[in-house]
């Protein structure tokens, strides 16, 4: 509950942090909201579907605390990267960040892939 709870706190501070900030005139054209959405969408897909796959006690470190899968999940999405929801969730905030055409939403963005990069080796 306390890492579910803790994602819509992060969620909620992303667009609070992009709701105050200019957008990028650049970032206002068809192609940005077709990027974006394909963004959001491709990371979404990949959010739910590794949701899917592992289960509430696998999407939720359920490894951590002792409750481990049978076997290794490599069907979709971990056919695609080893780390589906790191990448989905990095891909809607980028999805988000374009659709509203705002740049800090984009260095936030690359704040987020950066922490979770440096979560994926510890956890490797």
Same mark, same amino acid.
């Given at each position: 509950? =306390?890492? %579910? ?8 501070? /992303? ?6 900030? &200019? ?6 054209? #068809? ?13 979404? =897909?990949? =959010? ?24 290794? =999940?490599?069907?979709? #999405? %971990? ?6 929801? /790191? ?15 705002? &740049? ?21």
């Amino acid at each position: 509950m =306390v890492i %579910f709870s803790l994602g819509i706190i992060r969620d909620f501070f /992303y667009e609070q942090a992009l709701r105050d900030q &200019p957008a990028l005139d650049i970032l206002q054209t #068809p192609t940005t909201k077709y990027a974006a959405g394909g963004l959001f969408l491709t990371g979404n =897909v990949l =959010v739910i579907t590794s949701m899917w796959a592992l289960g509430i006690t696998g999407t939720y470190l359920g490894d951590y605390f002792g409750i481990l899968m049978d076997s290794r =999940v490599t069907g979709f #999405p %971990f056919n695609i990267t080893d780390a589906p929801m /790191y990448h989905g969730s990095a891909l809607s905030f980028l999805g988000t960040a374009l659709w509203f055409g705002k &740049p800090a939403g984009i260095l936030l963005t690359a704040f987020v892939f950066l922490m979770y990069q440096i979560a994926l080796r510890f956890e490797e």
